[in-house]
């Protein structure tokens, strides 16, 4: 009886192996020919064991591309699962060990061909691109000349760094910049090019996709069965349910709202560049509970540059800083009153963007604080209630809005449409029915801020590929885009938590390639690195945490992704004091409603976990018109 040994890869060719929604290939020997061999292509290795079957992985496009020639050899039988494809070559009995053995590796060789090529034209940024760098924008000429400002006078960054100041508190006063983060900005942008940007749109393009229809189908999908493999509080759970049985008169089709989705840069080795390594573009989370923050901070930092001067050297902003600030009105109605519920967070871009909307509708948006919502019964409103918040300034006579008026003693105003900046207790504090009132007039919906907001959903999305492009939601070009994409995730309570926590078992090193998350958490919070704990201390917190998929109310809820090698770049970070350093990026994008926006602004700083408070900065973008 042969036994199925996985072929060993070395280099890149492991992250084929991550997930088990790759298609496998079953080349099965009934006969034992006797040979062993070793072949290589590139610095991929691929070994075969005599007597053995042999088990590996291929994208679904090489399969379909698989040679014809060796019918002859090898019977083929293909068999469709929900989440993979199985393909079965099995030797012809009447044909010569030699000849098959030859034909065996002569299918493997362009299988393993197929599979990389396909593995490199779609999910890697083109060849030898020029990779992201810093660059003074003053002493940089488009096309001609790229300076980095380490290579700079120490006068010149200063006067620099004072202009660019100047041009943010003329975008937005200096006291509404929270916590001054106007001074943790870079003068000197990241220097991007059109192929980074396609990379990061293609990305999101198939995103859209894959989660829109994820959401569609959350609680009918029987066969996804998505509540028990991404479980909400039963409160949340509740809501949600109620919102899918809603008429289109109360609640529209799902909006996607705002996402700031955050992206890794991973360094991947690759023989086929000049520099032996290349970049990739990997999502860790999408941040979407907060609809405002980086919408502001990027437009005014980009119209910095432009201040700076950086179309006259021939460069211009990774995005449009008055299309962009354009694009937040399609959020919501300008026409009527906005509401803004805040509570314990302090928020960031949401003060900034109250003074942008006042400038440019004459209306500044109400803040509301949870405790001041009320529910007045009305027949003719949605869900047979109006939605209010009590009046705390005073109001004199001649002032009082249509909007305003008396109920049992208190001034109240309706509230129409709300933005939500709630932290997840104080939703969970909110009565049912108040949810109920929230949900059919807020933004981001209740169904962005508790799905896709989640980390987990990047999980879901990686199991789901196959199923999405049986289902024609996504291409297989868009399918292995993501799969290049996204940080390989592992939810709680999957059969890859299992395995994972056995293979962690197995071999106490393995946790060092990985990191715990909180699913919800923002701001790198409660992170926790495979390297930094025992291998005692890593199983107590997987069994902990990974065993079983559930959450309970006020526990933390953790899922794991592997550790991205990620790329460093020289970087010289707020007024220079620190030097030139070798960090790493951290880069984000915004979309409105599935709309792609552009790159957004690039975080960095010496540690492990960029934070703004910890030295980091943030850094915006140019690229060269046509590159």
Known sequence: ???????????SMNRLLEFPSWVWLNLRRYRNPGFAATMRLNVHQLNFSSSSSALFSISSNAMNNLSQDHSQFFSIQGQSRRRSSVMHLAPNTSMQSEECSSSFLTVAVFLLTATLASYSRLTMLPHDLQPLRQISLSQSKSGSQLTHPGETDSSLRTQEKLRLQASLETSCRRSTWPKDSHLACSPHPILITSQHDAAVR?????LVLAIASIVERWWTDSAADFPQRMPLEPGEEALLRWLDTLHPDILPPYPLGSWRPDFLVENVVDPTTTSGTREQFRICEINSRFCWNGFLHLPYGQQ????????????VGAVDPKQFLDSLFTVFD??????????????????????????RTGARPIFVLPEDLRLVPDENAKLGYRLCCVVREQVADGDKSKNYFLHNGEMLEEIHQVSLELCQHELRALSPEMMRALSVRCFNDMRTIFLVHDKRMLGIVLQELDDLVHRGTLSATQAEILRAGICPTILAGSREAALFLQQCRDSPTHKDGYV???IRSGKGAGIVFGDEVTAAEWDEMLEQYLCDAAIAVDQPAYLVQRQIIQRRYEVLLRDGEQGVQANYLIGTYHAIHGQYLGIGTWRSGPGRVCALSHGGAWICSVKVPGC
């Open 334 to 359: 300008a026409t009527k009153p906005l509401h803004l519920l805040k509570g314990v967070e302090r928020g960031m871009d949401i003060h900034m963007f109250v003074d942008f909307a006042a400038q």
């Open 516 to 518: 715990l998350k909180l």
């Open 1 to 11: 009886m042969s036994s199925v040994v996985p072929l060993n890869f070395s280099g």
């Open 202 to 206: 293609a990305i999101h393009e198939a």
């Open 304 to 315: 910095a540059l432009v201040d700076l001067g950086a179309e006259t050297n021939g460069f």
